[in-house]
């Protein structure tokens, strides 16, 4: 791929192959185009120029569908992080505390602590310590409302 830069040089460089031939150097060269070779030569400078502007269009294009394929990638990031810090993101593991467990599955909480006791319920200290706050990961957590309130009891 051509840069833009290079694209542009060689417009330029065409443009002036053009003028010289058209319009002349003012001292030596006539300015008017006379005869069969010389318009051959203008053609030949307008295919110039033509290939160059394409060129141009198309690495223009192409930075365009670069530049939309780099804000497209950017805005899935950016979206991931976002619902990161929000909490959305389902691939971390999620806890609920016995309580809330509790509230949701319409139990007491005391019941809640016996079962957790008894291995019935699957809980994690998160100090990782012998003592420290209970929590129950979200999978278990489902696993109980599928089973219903009848087993924790």
């Known amino acids: ?3 833009a ?3 542009a040089e060689t417009y330029r460089k065409a443009d002036l192959r053009l003028r010289l031939l058209l319009f002349g150097d003012g001292s ?3 300015p008017l185009v006379r005869g069969e070779a010389p318009r051959q030569r203008v053609t030949n400078e ?3 120029l033509r290939d160059a502007f394409d060129a141009l269009l198309l690495s223009e294009s192409e930075a365009r569908t670069e530049v ?3 804000a497209s990638t950017l805005e899935k990031e950016l979206r991931q992080i976002a619902s990161l810090r929000a909490g959305t993101d389902h691939s971390a593991p999620t806890f609920v505390t016995p309580a809330e467990a509790a509230a ?3 139990v007491s909480p005391s019941s809640i602590y016996r079962a957790i006791r008894r291995g019935d319920i699957d809980a994690v200290r998160s100090t990782g310590r012998k003592r ?7 999978s278990e957590f489902r696993r109980l409302l599928e089973s219903g309130p009848a087993e924790q009891g």
């Open 1 to 3: 791929m051509t840069s």
């Open 68 to 70: 939309a394929e780099a």
């Open 28 to 30: 030596d060269t006539p």
């Open 104 to 106: 949701l599955l319409g």
């Open 132 to 138: 420290g706050p209970i929590r129950i990961p979200e």
């Open 5 to 7: 830069t290079d694209v």
């Open 46 to 48: 307008i295919r110039h």
